[in-house]
């Protein structure tokens, strides 16, 4: 089992910035690829961004490039999601989501993934 906890979540103006934070805990952290997803309120959970087990490999949804960073601190079982440039299509809740990264077939598949978090919130006004 992975246990994860998401924190970091509030309200942030456009254009402001925020930074997501995910905590991991129950089994060797670098085996595992991480990922972001989001879900607002009536709409699909969507990818928003996963890296690769030992941060080699980042992938980004069209709609976050060049604006959001994923990165990962192994030595202390966190992921990270730095969000800059905030609009108010990027409100929903953020879960964290963890594989196995020898299984996971498509980082961007929320399917793919067994273990998640509660999530946080994203509030943005315009």
């Known amino acids: 089992q992975v246990q994860l906890v998401e924190s970091g979540g509030g309200l942030v103006q456009a254009g402001g910035s925020l930074r997501l934070s995910c905590a991991a805990s129950g089994r060797t952290f670098s085996d595992y690829t991480m990922g972001w997803f989001r879900q607002a309120p009536g709409k699909e959970r969507e990818f928003v961004a996963a890296i690769t087990w030992n941060g080699g490999n980042t992938y980004y949804a069209d709609s976050v490039k060049g604006r959001f960073t994923i990165s990962r601190d192994n030595a202390k079982n966190t992921v990270d999601l730095q969000m800059n440039s905030l609009k108010p299509e990027d409100m929903a809740g953020y879960y964290c989501?963890?594989?196995?990264?020898?299984?996971?077939?498509?980082?961007?598949?929320?399917?793919?993934?067994?273990?998640w978090g509660q999530g946080t919130q994203v509030t943005v006004s315009s």
């Open positions: 989501a963890a594989e196995y990264a020898f299984t996971l077939r498509r980082p961007d598949l929320a399917n793919d993934y067994v273990y």
